[in-house]
């Protein structure tokens, strides 16, 4: 994700989980960024859901945070789509710098550069069931669907190197975003040869960098039998 002022803001999945899981160190042109959820200890996910809400956000200035479910190929193609919701404060044009902020939006990863859509505007009060999927085992392209945003990348490998991921995240600025909490309601994966089932094999993912405060969502509950998660600091 770069915001619009062209300064490289969040390194999302694809820059600063590809680091991680390379035991290497963000980038030093990259600001600060707090993820914090669960990953699924499955590795052949087709597809990612979640019920999302966002109780509370409070960016701090020139921050976005959002709550989201996301497929990631970490196989070397580095792919990455990631459906969610989001809010902004200071920061013109939001995520990437097309979608603004107290929208959903789908955000795809090529390997080199973010590329981001919005859909509607969005109301705390309500869920909002967040999808990234492919249709067949041997299609290389996810697809990504919340409340009017659809978006695709193509470029996935058909090996089992790809995770889903569920997290708040907090990126830009340079402290976490206070009273901040959300939920993920009937976390699940996608299997093409056996569908849709319930994330109930999972571990607790943190990764932050230059944020004060940081981890930002200090408690990550425990998975319940329907794959639910809360984060809150």
């Not at 600063?16 to 699924?40: I, K, M, T, Y």
């Not at 040869?193 to 981890?215: I, N, Q």
Request: charged content about 10%; some cysteine; proline content about 3%.
């Amino acid at each position: 994700m770069r915001f619009a002022s062209g300064q490289t803001v969040r390194a999302s999945i694809g820059l600063s989980l590809v680091l991680v899981l390379l035991g290497a160190s963000l980038s030093p042109v990259s600001a600060g960024v707090s993820q914090d959820g669960r990953n699924s200890n499955a590795h052949n996910v087709d597809g990612s859901f979640a019920r999302l809400q966002g109780h509370t956000f409070n960016p701090t200035a020139g921050q976005c945070v959002l709550y989201s479910v996301l497929s990631f190929d970490a196989s070397g193609t580095y792919r990455q789509v990631e459906s969610g919701i989001t809010q902004c404060n200071g920061v013109a044009g939001g995520i990437d710098g097309t979608c603004p902020s107290g929208h959903v939006f789908v955000e795809r990863y090529n390997g080199s550069g973010y590329f981001c859509t919005p859909g509607y505007s969005f109301d705390p009060i309500y869920q909002y069931d967040a999808t990234t999927y492919r249709t067949s085992s041997t299609s290389t392209t996810f697809t990504g669907h919340i409340n009017g945003a659809s978006l695709s990348q193509s470029g996935f490998g058909l090996s089992d190197n790809i995770t889903g991921y569920a997290w708040g995240e907090a990126t830009g600025g340079g402290v976490c975003p206070s009273t901040n909490s959300g939920s993920f309601l009937d976390w699940e994966k996608y299997d093409t040869s056996v569908g849709w089932t319930y994330v109930t094999s999972s571990t607790v993912y943190r990764h932050w960098a230059s944020l004060v405060g940081a981890p930002c969502w200090t408690t990550i509950t425990s998975a319940g039998s329907k794959g639910d998660f809360d984060v809150h600091d």
